[in-house]
Antibody, heavy 123, light 108 residues
Framework: EVQLVESGGGLVQPGGSLRLSCAAS????????MSWVRQAPGKGLEWVAN????????YYVDSVKGRFTISRDNAKNSLYLQMNSLRAEDTAVYYC????????????????WGQGTLVTVSS | DIQMTQSPSSVSASVGDRVTITCRAS??????LAWYQQKPGKAPKLLIY???SLQSGVPSRFSGSGSGTDFTLTISSLQPEDFATYYC??????????FGGGTKVEIK
């Protein structure tokens, strides 16, 4: 069974840091683009970042550039999101999501998604 | 960035009804559009990709159409398990991919 399990969320003060992890199983992790997508409480979906199979390409939404870093460890079947200089507006459930197909260029479709991990930025 | 606008923001319907949700892109995106279903407290689920292709395992009562700037998700006969929020998403202009604001399908 294809599975993505996020961890690492929690309460952090503004300006603080947090590292999210996503453990993948049930598929060849190293063959897929991977993304982080977030959802603020009661709000819609916002794509945050993605990373190519070998980590050679990484892309970010403008609002997190310079503060967040996406990375992966294919040997550990894991995806990460290092979040620094956190702001109240970063409060959200963060989902790990896999590209729906094994392609060299990302399709942009996400399937499946993990269950999400909640990040709360508050003093 | 390409803006995605969904309408309506919510719709009340009964089991067996035909439901149509529309999504408009701020510029042409060819067929680079997906639809997701999200139930409360759960992760989104991919229903339709490339505007009209049904994801494996998704019931055939779901269908998508459109190209360019105007797209439609149709549920031909609403089932109890279909009450959820639906999001469109464009992947033509990347980064970033962008999502619509969502349409909540509620029980009438």
């Amino acid at each position: 069974e294809v599975q993505l399990v996020e961890s690492g969320g929690g309460l952090v003060q503004p300006g603080g840091s947090l590292r999210l992890s996503c453990a993948a199983s049930g598929f060849t992790f190293s063959s897929y683009w991977m993304s982080w997508v977030r959802q603020a409480p009661g709000k819609g979906l916002e794509w945050v970042a993605n990373i190519k199979q070998d980590g050679s390409e990484k892309y970010y939404v403008d609002s997190v550039k310079g503060r967040f870093t996406i990375s992966r460890d294919n040997a550990k079947n894991s995806l990460y999101l290092q979040m620094n200089s956190l702001r109240a507006e970063d409060t959200a459930v963060y989902y790990c999501a896999r590209d729906s197909e094994m392609t060299t260029v990302t399709t942009g479709w996400f399937d499946p998604w993990g269950q999400g991990t909640l990040v709360t930025v508050s003093s | 960035d390409i803006q995605m606008t969904q309408s309506p923001s919510s719709v009340s319907a009964s089991v067996g009804d035909r439901v149509t949700i529309t999504c408009r892109a701020s510029q042409g995106i060819s067929s680079w559009l997906a639809w997701y279903q999200q139930k409360p407290g759960k992760a989104p689920k991919l229903l339709i990709y490339a505007a009209s292709s049904l994801q494996s395992g998704v019931p055939s009562r779901f269908s998508g159409s459109g190209s360019g700037t105007d797209f439609t998700l149709t549920i031909s006969s609403l089932q109890p398990e279909d009450f959820a929020t639906y999001y469109c998403q464009q992947a033509n202009s990347f980064p970033p991919v962008t999502f619509g604001g969502g349409t909540k399908v509620e029980i009438k």
